[in-house]
């Protein structure tokens, strides 16, 4: 998307408004078309521990009605003309994304002003909210793949970690506890003109977008944005087994690793990233999969991956789905690659094809304007800035050998490993 006028850097205009709100503005006019991403710090990290999952609801509860109209006339208002609209809370954020046809910008902008400065939060919307996340809890139990998720998750982590995962009958009774003076007080403890970093990219006039960005925006009380400051969670030094039973299980969902140690703002971040990429981003090519699945047929599916390294230091896990007959020797056979990976170090040839494939995915992601509006965005929060689109390749081309040989030894660390086996497999006995 980046043409001859200028870098990303330049093309990008970014403004603060004085009650805190950040706006940055791309203008790309070859389509007629706009795209909106935002982020407000309020996420799952400011739950407290009793009352879980109410920066979820708060957040879902947004487009269920406003001051002004209820949860069916703002669908109808951006149904009316083909735009999308929608909100969720994450670990750390609130996100948002919206398109429409930028004719439609003025629509789309001053429907999102309502829904973040006006939610009415009704009681039978949140009674209706509450019986579809409850529901979902509980269908997700049938899933080996979640239930040993969540198991690790509560192996690796001490409960007041924003990456710990409470047992489902925790977060059940902390949803149905949940009552709308609770999202209120959330709502305005960390709902505010100064937690809200707003991306615009499309066919639009960038002086229009900030002019009419300031009408909407510019007497939301600032509030007082929410710090996010996580303690980093270190490996537990000693290996751990656990199994799930779940019976009538066609298949078992393994899931190992250790709490990670990776953050977005890490200098090492790239060859952490390129790292894991050659041992296991890739079912198809990368180490874990060519083995595994394609050489000695155990698995559907196996990949590695740092999980949520951005404002905290997420797990960092590798997830396969067997057979139950197969379960012993497809641990046996992960666990020989990622030894010998580690002993061994990233061939040249992976490096340069990590590296190769990193920087060409992240150029084609900027080809639409939602890509591009999501890697400035993240290039925002994480205080980079906008140059950061125009570095990123540079940065990752001159990482080294010795730097993702470094990063395997400090980002992966076998005998730290928790493993969690979920399905019906019977253990061998030893």
Known sequence: MLSENGTFAARTKRVQLPNGVTLLVYENHATPTVQITLALRAGHFLDPQDKRGLAQICAAMLRRGTQRCDKLEIAQRLEDVGAELDLYANRFLVRGHGQALSQDTSRLLSTLCEILREPSFPEHELEKLRQQVVGHLKRQQEQTAIRAFERFLQLIYEPKSPFYQPPVEEQIAAIESLTVEDIHQFYEQYYGAAALVLVIVGDVDSKAIEEQVADLFADWSPGEPAQISIERTRPHGVSRREFVPMVDKANADIVMGHAGQLRRTDPGYYAAYIANAALGHSTLSSRLGLRVRDQEGLTYGIASRFIEAGFGDGPWAVSLT?????????????????????????????????????????????????????????????????????????????????????????????????????????????
């Open 322 to 430: 067997v057979n139950p007959e197969n379960v012993d020797q497809a641990l046996d056979s992960t666990q020989d690659v990622i030894k010998s990976y580690v002993e061994e170090g990233i061939t040249e040839k992976e490096l340069e094809d990590e590296k190769s494939s990193f920087i060409g995915s992240f150029i084609v992601g900027l080809d639409t304007n939602a890509g591009l509006a999501s890697h400035l965005l993240s290039a925002e929060v994480f205080g980079f800035g906008p140059k950061h689109l125009d570095e990123l390749p540079s940065l990752v081309a001159t990482v080294t050998q010795d730097q993702v040989n470094a990063a395997i030894q400090r980002y992966i660390q076998p005998r730290s490993f928790v493993t969690v086996i979920a399905g019906e497999y019977h253990p061998a006995e030893s």
